[in-house]
């Protein structure tokens, strides 16, 4: 099952054999681990990226394509669970990711957009935590607002949300383009990324870290494993301290505007949806329609969820869309 993303191709790299050596080994290269190999690039290691298929194909290519600050809850929930001191650390450091992209947008067509973004609320514990996001964002220099009802896209008044935050500076990105400029430049720096490298198993040494997988081995001072919940070989052990869980989405084909050309996300960020610049749009969301069953690994299409998201996108075009 290859999501829309995925249809972008990051570009071919080679099928590790024999024995390698290097200082640092990174598995996985979605974005955390391109990520890592771009910031270890110029810091006169020696590093290598193992991919146990192609780069992106686990969840870093089945995600929303929006890039929003902060922690995943707003930003005033975060001060009232963190206090308002260790929230505002996590969330600039969330802001510099920003420069980050941009940085990297400037060189390559990544399809970065700051667009703004609108949050939607319908649940009455949501309006004070609006506000105190709000004016969190405000204290940062960010031109953030409330959004009443009327003051809403007509398409997302029909949803029923009583009330909005508009953050300014969040932004779309395509996560393939993005994985795909990280890589470029990391192996322009000398990294090596290998694909269809899948690892067997990790042995941690008095001196040294010896991984070995299909058709090859590797010694190196440190391993960073970097597959979110697909744990590589030999680290079975940590399975019990995970617990993954699944998203839904789907992506339309191009269909006429929407009167609104922002990310938005609703419902404690159990939805959201945005419509990219050739007209399609993607939605996604709704587990918590089923927390016990959208668990695991697997690829499995919910049925329900799928109809409601069918139905979101019913609600917001106006009539249904080819998915």
Known sequence: ???????????????????????????????????????????????????????????SGRNGGLLLQGPSQLLGQ???????????????????SFQWVAELAERHPIDFHVTGSLYVGGDPTEEPIIELTTELLNQEGIKASMVPVEDQPASIQRLGYDVGLWVPDDAMVHPMKLIGALLQESVESGVRV??????????????????????FSLTCGAVLVATNCELPGGLDALSSCLHPVRGQMLATEPTDRLDHQYPVYANHGFIYWHQRPDGRIVAGGFRDMDMEGEVGLGLVLNQAIQARLDQLVIELAGRAVPV
Do not use: K
Request: charge should be negative; aromatic fraction near 8%.
């Open 78 to 96: 975060a001060a009232v669970q963190l206090g308002a001191e260790d929230a505002a650390a996590l969330w600039n450091q969330t802001r510099q």
């Open 194 to 215: 290998y694909q269809d490298a899948p690892v067997e198993n990790i042995l941690d040494g008095a001196d040294s870290v010896d991984v070995t997988g299909r058709g």
């Open 1 to 59: 099952m290859q999501s829309f993303w995925q249809h972008h191709s990051v570009g071919e790299f080679p099928v590790p054999s024999g024995h390698l050596t290097c200082d640092v080994a990174v598995i996985g290269a979605g974005y955390t681990g391109s990520w890592l190999a771009y910031w270890l690039r110029n810091t006169g290691l020696d590093v290598v990226v193992l991919e146990a298929g192609r780069p992106g194909v686990g969840a």
